[in-house]
């Protein structure tokens, strides 16, 4: 199956800072990408679309300002959380529609192990 | 807007009996997926489903697609501590955006 990665795995940063995340796809290329954040013994929710070469559709309520979002190539997604404090500690999660090599598989995403980010 | 509720939240049962996850929504969607997660870790699909009243089983899981599309169920059967785990329905896919369930999560024990 396709296969996508996120780095680091964790991190932990102080009040004020900003950090990046990257979101991968290993073996095949992602037009779009797709943000999650899922706080602790919740589910997932949507944050933004990554478009490669556009910019990014945002959910409502998400500040478009305050987590960056730039698609710079077929396999690469980034979300960069600026100033961040500690109430955007959580878990966040990218996804990729997989390469239809199935017919089934269009209807396919495949997600990245996450990134758990500790804001002190 | 597009909502999957899951029911249970959470269920607790011992090794050996047999369950079922309810996921339903007042939206038709194209496709349903279902995914399992760990602590620490992204969601990991099950099942994708696609046609009305598609049941599909991965040895003791069974999964359904309701015929209008808009609910869907997971059981399983002879559940084992290596089951537990977060379980989450999602509607749409590909690429198209995912709406996820509400989630439930299970606790099988030994």
């Known amino acids: 199956g396709a296969v996508v990665s996120q780095h680091p795995s964790w991190v932990i940063c102080k009040s004020g800072t900003s950090v990046k995340i990257e979101c991968r796809s290993l073996?095949?290329?992602?037009?779009?990408m797709f943000w999650y954040r899922q706080f602790p013994k919740q589910s997932l929710m949507l944050m933004a679309t990554?478009?490669?070469?556009?910019?990014?559709?945002?959910e409502q309520g998400v500040e478009k300002d305050k987590f960056l979002i730039n698609h710079a190539s077929l396999t690469l997604s980034t979300l960069t959380v600026t100033s961040a404090h500690p109430e955007d500690s959580s878990f966040y999660i990218c996804?990729?529609?997989?390469?239809?090599?199935?017919?089934?598989?269009?209807?396919?995403?495949?997600f990245g192990p996450g990134t758990r980010l500790l804001v002190l | 807007t597009q909502l999957l509720e899951q029911s249970p939240q959470f269920l607790s049962i011992q090794e050996g009996e047999n369950l079922t996850v309810y996921c339903n929504s007042s939206?038709?969607?194209?496709?349903l997926q279902w995914y399992r997660q760990e602590p620490g870790e992204g969601p990991v699909l099950l099942v994708t489903?696609?046609?009305?009243?598609e049941v599909k089983k991965l040895k003791r899981l069974t999964f359904q697609f309701g015929d209008a599309r808009k609910d869907s169920s997971l059981h399983i059967t002879a559940a084992q501590p290596g089951d537990t785990g977060l379980y989450l329905c999602?509607?749409?896919?590909?690429?198209?955006?995912?709406?996820f369930g509400t989630g439930t999560r299970l606790l099988v024990s030994p």
């Open positions: 996804s990729a529609p997989g390469p239809p090599r199935l017919a089934r598989d269009l209807e396919t995403q495949y």
């Open positions: 073996d095949f290329q992602a037009t779009t």
């Open positions: 990554s478009n490669e070469g556009s910019k990014a559709t945002y």
């Open positions: 939206s038709v969607f194209s496709s």
């Open positions: 489903v696609v046609t009305g009243g």
């Open positions: 999602a509607g749409g896919g590909g690429f198209q955006k995912l709406v």
